[in-house]
């Protein structure tokens, strides 16, 4: 937005020429950018300050990287809506031209610890079903989600089921109805796991939303917790005054 | 919440641990953590797994550092409600027990280059307010943001009123009622201008949360761009179904 970035250290002001390049549309999605060397030439500025650039954008999502075939400019983020009506994941996707899907990975009956116990008002030690899943879009994982759910309100949860919307499940199968949900939201660092999972480096910056899943009767059916992708995903949150 | 973490890295073990120490009270608020010497002996790790585990925690915003003195517990991140019903930040940092202040950095008139002519419907050239504030949280620099108004509608916009609320001054001096918001958040890493603003490192890992305010007409009032840091700030969300 702005333009006069005087004071700026040199590799913000490439990274923002570059930038301003992808967002003018000079640059396209999933075409190869010029190599480290065009960008010195172009800019007058040493191989280190274009690699800084690259590396922030690529962490920032705006361009990837192909082994040993150079930079490309990434598709755009995937936007994520949080408001009041809740449209599920996979509409949300289609709207966007993404193929949606998700992915159970494990699903199994757990005993609460004292934190798990303390959410559902359980005894420590009482089952609670764990569903692990990975969200994508067009094959490239997004979100890598844990939940929680007191296992007699949800017995023999089928895990197939799971693939499409916990929510609807809950309604249909158990006649559970998610009345209100609390997040939040914050910044982590994806630990080897959640990396593993989401095909991302150790430490890279993500989002962690933690959710909390209230019936009407104000008990909670739902916690879970989700790792997105900080370079691929983008929160939409719109307010009504 | 998980226990089994067995495939681990070491600095994920050892951050999780010391993340589970400040989670339960043992270590508090504003109080000092052991050295990493007494973390290596206490863990029977080396001093980079220490370090490596003390800087994330640093990052996401757990610890932080006093030059000279060691690791100190961070106080609890600042809650910033994302939800329908608008409770502005002064009254939001309250309810925390947190002082707020917001300070103008400066107010001008620019010029709408042609992504601003474009979000206002205006011709390029055309006179723009562009507001530069930043808020704190007992002192400590939050967010940092820029705000542009169409000149035409919001003239000798008064910067004092700037640092109660911006919309109560729309409503009450210009009769300009915000009906709408919808807004962007990212990830982004500090240029070095919002780093210098924030009192944080280049490149640190922040949120970015682009605003569109709406009149009930449907015109742009105001779009802004705001920083927060990625390490004090947590962002909550409540929807109803």
New interface residues.
């Given amino acids: 937005?702005?333009?006069a970035?005087a004071?700026?250290?040199l590799h913000?002001r490439v990274?923002?020429a570059i930038l301003n390049l992808i967002k003018n549309g000079k640059y396209k999605p999933h075409t190869q950018l010029p190599t480290e060397a065009e960008f010195c030439k172009k800019f007058g500025v040493s191989r280190t300050t274009v690699r800084t650039a690259l590396q922030?954008l690529a962490?920032?999502?705006y361009v990837y990287r192909k082994q040993g075939k150079g930079t490309f400019v990434s598709d755009k983020?995937v936007?994520q809506t949080?408001?009041?009506t809740?449209e599920n994941f996979s509409e949300q996707l289609t709207v966007q031209g993404k193929q949606p899907s998700i992915k159970v990975i494990n699903l199994e009956v757990i005993q609460a610890?004292a934190?798990?116990a303390e959410i559902f008002h359980l005894e420590i030690g009482d089952p609670v079903n764990k569903l692990e899943r990975i969200r994508y879009a067009d094959q490239e994982p997004l979100q890598y989600e844990?939940a929680?759910l007191p296992w007699r309100k949800t017995p023999a949860l089928n895990a197939k089921a799971c693939e499409t919307s916990l929510y609807r499940v809950l309604e249909n199968h158990y006649q559970l109805?998610?009345?209100?949900?609390?997040?939040?939201?914050?910044?982590?660092?994806a630990?080897?796991?959640a990396a593993k999972m989401l095909q991302i480096k150790?430490?890279a910056?993500c989002?962690s939303l933690e959710t909390f899943a209230y019936l009407s009767d104000e008990t909670i059916i739902e916690y879970s917790?989700t790792i997105f992708r900080?370079?691929r995903?983008?929160?939409?949150?719109?307010?009504?005054?």
């Avoid at 109805?177 to 660092?189: D, Q, R, S």
């Avoid at 995903?233 to 005054?241: H, K």
């Fill in positions: 937005m702005e333009t970035k004071g700026h250290a913000f990274k923002e922030q962490i920032e999502g983020k936007k949080l408001t009041s809740v610890d934190s798990l844990v929680y109805k998610i009345k209100k949900t609390v997040e939040h939201l914050e910044l982590f660092l630990d080897d796991h150790n430490g910056p989002f917790q900080g370079d995903v983008n929160f939409v949150i719109e307010r009504n005054y």
